[in-house]
């Protein structure tokens, strides 16, 4: 069973922050020590837009081969198999896990991680600008500059940036994987930049091993077991059944309003909360397919059957989706404090497209829904990239 998270959520209205976490089995905590506010800096006027060429993209079932070369490893360092020993079957009507662009089965949850990796390492919006206001970022999505898993390079971690944007800065063995992890992916990315499509390919399988693990950080250890099949009993809407390897964990510390987690990555059933840009995001991205369209004002029934899919389909896109998000903050805010410390230089915020981006800030800072990303229980940071080192 994995060790409690804590995570961010957007609450009951679109243009207010709540003062209650949302997510995955996370402890109850006192009042969020408070932000002293910063002068505003200087901020640079934005890019016209990217200028920066990341080439073709990849082929359609590349995925594919991500999904079968990674999904093994991971399991095998978790001696486990949710990701590539069990064939997924749809049980409910699961009407978002028809939203392909391919024919392939997507039997198995690794090939959800993969599919949605390679979409997110080209721009996708973020559809965050709802709650713009309290970031520091505009409330006009059309603003905002594009972001993805590849369109900005990694910051570096040092305790000292930490401290400044998280509230438990881990060891410094533990840092030094985060910057083992994050010179792996600009290299790659620098060279994806240079024109080699290869290294596209492995900065898939990089993406790929870190949201799959995370997959197992936030439930797949504990998804079948006594209890969460006791929630899903409690909770589900008359006709659906709880699909295998899909986590319900009702967190009796948190309020109503976000006790209930579903699914792969742990999301709230509820329409108002941090579900909303995936929502948004989502429904842009399939404009074309009327039949996966996700209703912005779902009922919490009707979020239960989308997050709790047979193929976590739309709760994969959601998990991968939240660090584009964060990332999106990241580069467009006006605010030192939700923004790496190295893209403030001499009072003055860097320009848009120079910024680097990290996974981790604190929830509520710059938007962050995973608790091993900001290390919120002290030691899950360090127990999810020593699954992205050691799955090899």
């Given amino acids: 069973m994995k060790t409690p998270l804590i995570i961010a959520i957007v609450c009951s209205s679109f ?164 910057n083992r992890f994050a010179t792996s992916v600009n290299q790659l990315r620098q060279e994806v930049l240079n024109g080699d499509q290869t290294a596209k390919v492995e900065l898939l399988g990089t993406w790929t091993k870190f949201f799959s693990c995370l997959a197992y950080s936030e439930s797949l250890g504990s998804a079948d077991s006594n209890a969460s099949k006791t929630v899903a009993a409690n909770f589900s809407p008359t006709g659906y059944r709880k699909p295998a390897g899909v986590e319900f964990y009702d967190d009796k510390e948190q309020p109503a309003v976000s006790r209930l987690n579903i699914g792969m990555f742990q999301f709230t059933p509820n329409s108002a909360g941090n579900v909303q840009p995936c929502i948004r995001a989502w429904n842009e991205i399939h404009a074309n397919k009327a039949s996966c369209q996700v209703n912005q004002k779902a009922t919490q029934n009707d979020l239960i059957k989308v997050l709790g899919s047979s193929l976590q389909s739309f709760n994969a896109f959601c998990g991968i989706h939240k660090l584009v998000q964060t990332f999106a903050i990241q580069v467009n805010t006006s605010k030192t404090s ?47 990239f020593t699954c992205i080192e050691n799955s090899h």
């Fill in 338 to 384: 939700a923004t790496h410390p190295s893209n403030l230089v001499n009072g003055k915020l860097k320009p848009n497209e120079q910024r680097c981006v990290t996974p981790h800030f604190y929830s509520g800072w710059a938007y962050n829904h995973f608790g091993p990303f900001q290390n919120s229980t002290g030691s899950n940071m360090n127990e999810l």
């Fill in 15 to 178: 243009i207010s922050i709540p003062a209650y976490a949302m997510g995955s089995k996370k402890p109850s905590t006192g009042p969020s020590t408070p932000v002293t506010p910063a002068p505003a800096p200087v901020v640079s006027a934005p890019a016209a837009g990217p200028t920066l060429d990341f080439g073709d993209e990849l082929a359609a079932d590349e995925y594919l081969n991500s999904s079968a070369e990674i999904g093994p490893k991971v399991d095998t360092f978790r001696s486990d198999d949710e990701l590539s020993g069990k064939n997924r079957e749809m049980i409910n009507p699961d009407m978002v896990d028809k939203c392909f662009d391919d024919n392939d089965a997507h039997s198995y949850f690794a090939d959800q991680i993969s599919y949605y990796t390679a979409e997110m390492l080209n721009d996708v919006p973020a559809k965050v600008g709802f709650i713009g206001s309290s970031y520091g970022t505009s409330t006009s999505d059309a603003a905002y500059f594009p972001t993805s898993l590849i369109r900005h390079p990694l910051c570096e971690s040092t305790t000292k940036s930490l401290g400044a944007t998280i509230k438990k800065v881990p060891s410094q063995a533990t840092i030094d994987k985060l």
